[in-house]
């Protein structure tokens, strides 16, 4: 987008040098006559219908006018061409969707072909009298298609420096499939033009009009060529994607992938990623702009109700605006940058809404159709990507959790205590046993789903003792391990102490699900054995095993509800609170 300073600088030559390029040119080259011309308006009327047929070609749009524009000039001269390039040009401009923000765009692309026209024409003249005419045709083959390579060429250099040097944005290579498509349009464009310049001399104003059928239809069929010639890239890139996307089995890093791939596919100026929290809420969590992730004021904050994505809240279809006068009024504030089309995709589970992306660009009409075309069967594959993250990352979770408790399981417990071990071989590690004192008596007398609510709480209040880089799972049955790093002997024993004694003290409430479900208060002790190594072993694989048999040898054969760590057996209780430092326990 231009600074509002160089957008008056633009309009500003553009008010001055189109009427004034208009009127020298007249003045030079208009033939007596020409406004009472019908043929001169047919063609103006022509260029003007060849202009409703774009063709999209690697992002770029083009339009098939220089059949018209070639036989213009040749019939009537550098004016006539010039008014009636003027005039489909607009129609382009217009077919695009241009914004009131970027209208300078209008005085800047036609003083542009003006100047196009303008040199291409000198060139013409200049060569067309030495130049060696073929075939003895009324216009000289080899000065026409210098004429037509002048003008796509000078039409392209043109249009790199206004990008690059006044509009400061990136414009690609000069030399590119637009380019070269221009080139080889001198295979059609020039026979078609001198068929209808033929036609126009025989006929008078019938043969332009039968001539613009055949000129018609080759527009419309490259338009259905091309369309159909890029679906087929956009599928190729999406089949790519899909596959990487199939590759990751985490739900962030495949929307982060997605979001990060889409401008390699689509254009999106800005990228929004929103999700729905459990309380039903809109969160704006990510937002890519240009490509980038970038740090949005509103990033993490609930979008507020009544808004356009509350409304699709419940349809599972893509969503896609035009132009900002379909959303400005429910989404405008949720907006952080310049926008006029806008595409809404839903994320889903399991059929259900849990998400959206929002994609906006500043121009009107950013999507075209073949574009939406082949959206969603990217999306599909998004969402089924999603699917199998989230199946995964459940599976995951179950196979590493127990199911009851929440905590982890004895598997992800090894697991997370190895690693630790050899990331930091050096460190002391600790591990605390605690095995419920008499629980078989709590599902005895009050039925196992009562044990099952004893297990939950007790699981809750473990929670508490846990901190950075400590780690507790269920170990089986009633027990529990706790996994501490860098402690010593003495305070691994306050901390079973403080563990044991809190089992102790607190009264839990359950209910007696053999008898009418009653609630009940339980109190329970628990036995807790300890070890650590090096200090007491030679590996890690013993650690667990001497804690084990520290509980058992150490507490519960002992009268329970102690705290024991290996050495014979010996046993520290709640009496025992001051160690010396040099007593092995």
């Not at 550098?78 to 003027?86: G, H, K, P």
């Not at 060139?123 to 060696?132: A, E, F, G, I, R």
């Not at 509009?167 to 070269?180: D, S």
């Not at 078609?192 to 025989?202: E, M």
Request: with cysteine; glycine share 4%.
């Amino acid at each position: 987008m231009l600074s509002i300073k160089r957008q008056f600088i633009t309009w500003l030559m553009g008010l001055i040098m189109i009427p004034l390029l208009f009127i020298v040119v007249f003045n030079l080259t208009a033939p007596i006559g020409l406004f009472t011309n019908i043929s001169f308006y047919v063609f103006v009327l022509l260029g003007i219908i060849v202009a409703l047929f774009p063709i999209e070609i690697e992002g770029a749009t083009l339009f098939l006018i220089t059949s018209v524009s070639i036989a213009v000039f040749l019939s009537y001269g550098l004016f006539a061409e010039m008014v009636v390039t003027t005039l489909a040009t607009t129609m382009v401009m217009k077919r695009m969707g241009i914004t009131m923000e970027e209208s300078y765009r209008y005085p800047m692309n036609i003083l542009l072909f003006q100047i196009v026209s303008i040199l291409s024409a000198e060139v013409y003249y200049l060569l067309d009298p030495v130049l060696p005419s073929t075939f003895n045709f009324p216009y000289n083959l080899l000065s026409i298609t210098i004429y037509l390579i002048t003008s796509i060429t000078l039409n392209r250099l043109l249009l790199y420096v206004l990008a690059t040097h006044w509009q400061h944005k990136a414009y690609g290579n000069i030399i590119n499939y637009e380019y070269i498509f221009s080139l080889l349009s001198a295979f059609y464009a020039i026979p078609i033009a001198l068929t209808i310049l033929y036609l126009r001399n025989v006929y008078s104003t019938i043969g332009i009009i039968v001539a613009a059928f055949p000129l018609v239809a080759i527009s419309i069929i490259f338009k259905q060529y091309f369309f159909s010639d890029s679906q087929n890239r956009y599928l190729g890139k999406i089949n790519t994607l899909a596959i990487k996307l199939n590759e990751k089995h985490s739900v962030n890093e495949i929307i982060k992938f997605y979001l990060n791939s889409w401008n390699n596919i689509f254009p999106a100026d800005t990228i929004y990623y929103c999700t729905i929290t459990e309380d039903k809420k809109i969160v704006k969590s990510f937002v890519y702009h240009k490509g980038h992730t970038v740090e949005s004021e509103n990033c993490s904050a609930t979008v507020f109700f009544h808004t356009a994505l509350e409304e699709y809240w419940f349809q599972s279809d893509i969503i896609v605006y035009q132009n900002s006068k379909e959303w400005t009024e429910h989404l405008h504030s949720e907006i952080d940058y310049p926008a006029e089309s806008m595409l809404i995709l839903p994320i889903k589970r399991a059929g259900s809404v849990v998400g959206f992306i929002v994609m906006t660009d500043p121009k009107r009409k950013a999507f075209s159709k073949n574009m939406l075309s082949v959206i969603p069967v990217l999306h599909n594959y998004l969402n089924i990507a999603l699917e199998n993250a989230y199946n995964y990352e459940e599976l995951q979770i179950n196979s590493r959790t127990d199911h009851l408790t929440g905590l982890s399981n004895l598997r992800a417990f090894e697991q997370h205590l190895n690693k630790y071990n050899q990331t930091n071989p050096n460190d002391k590690i600790s591990i605390i046993i605690i095995d419920l004192d008499y629980f078989k008596d709590v599902n005895d007398s009050f039925g196992h789903q009562a044990g099952n609510e004893l297990l939950k709480q007790i699981a809750i209040l473990l929670s508490t003792f846990v901190y950075e880089q400590e780690k507790l799972a269920r170990y089986g049955g009633e027990e529990f391990i706790f996994f501490i790093p860098n402690k010593t002997i003495k305070e691994i024993i306050e901390l079973a102490e403080n563990v044991r004694k809190k089992i102790e003290e607190t009264m839990f409430n359950t209910h007696n699900y053999l008898d009418g479900r009653e609630l009940v208060t339980v109190s329970i002790t628990a036995s807790i054995g300890v070890a650590t190594y090096p200090d007491q072993c030679s590996s890690i694989k013993e650690l667990m095993m001497l804690a084990d048999r520290a509980m058992y040898v150490g507490s519960k054969q002992k009268g329970r509800n102690k705290v024991a760590t290996i050495n014979e057996g010996a046993i520290i209780n709640e009496t025992e609170a001051v160690l010396e430092s040099d007593q092995t326990y």
